[in-house]
């Protein structure tokens, strides 16, 4: 499996590529910005994006991906609970001192329990609300990594003051859908370095004591 990792935009937001050798499928995760990056990187390796998902509505994530959408006909899959905050990315846009970014139409809206298929390897959608209340991780067993959003950092967890932010339920939604997964799963953050399941879980200074 072909995985690229490219920070995107003025807050350097990891976009993930995805691509299947037999294929020449992918699947490009939070294309926030950087497009024709983006489309560099899967021209490079032959790849046809099959879908865009977003795992949260916040600018950094979604703003490139009308953009990537109109250039690669993939679909955008994006969790329900964040429309509201998509219907108001021009706000986000403003606090940003940003552009508003061309909008596009959610195709597929993804549930806790859904799974996308990219050649051999299944991506499983985990609903992880908190950070927003639309926010999903998605875990994928044949890789051994989990793509967390702004759920879970290395050392930190996502900000919970923002519009549809809360600190318990983030809290919980690691606890219950991300600490439970095996120690040695690499995460992906949304932001910033790498890290491990079992590293979070001995080290992360929001998640000691956690009931
Ligand atoms: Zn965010």
């Not at 795992?55 to 899959?77: E, M, N, Q, R």
């Amino acid at each position: 499996m072909i995985h690229e990792i490219l920070p995107v935009g003025m807050l350097h937001c990891n976009c993930s590529i995805f691509g299947d050798e037999e294929s020449r499928e992918a699947i490009v995760i939070d294309p926030g910005d950087n497009i024709d990056q983006i489309l560099a990187i899967l021209a490079r390796h032959s790849l046809k994006a099959k879908a865009i998902v977003i795992t949260h509505a916040h600018i950094d994530h979604i703003g490139g991906a009308a953009k990537l959408k109109a250039a690669t006909s993939a679909p955008v899959y994006m969790n329900a609970n964040d429309r509201a905050l998509y219907d108001h990315i021009d706000m986000q846009a403003s606090w940003l001192g940003m552009e508003t970014p061309e909008r596009t139409s959610i195709d597929t809206e993804v549930r806790d329990g859904d799974a996308l298929a990219l050649g051999p390897a299944v991506f499983h959608v985990l609903h992880t609300p908190g950070h927003t209340q639309g926010s999903i991780s998605l875990w994928i067993p044949t890789e051994n990594k989990l793509i967390a959003g702004d759920t879970l950092f290395r050392d930190s967890i996502g900000r919970t003051d923002l519009p549809g932010g809360d600190g318990r339920q983030i809290l919980r939604s690691i606890r219950d859908k991300l600490l439970t997964l095996p120690e040695d799963v690499n995460v992906v953050p949304g932001h910033g370095a790498a890290t491990t399941i079992g590293r979070e879980k001995e080290r992360n200074p929001f998640l000691q004591g956690l009931p």
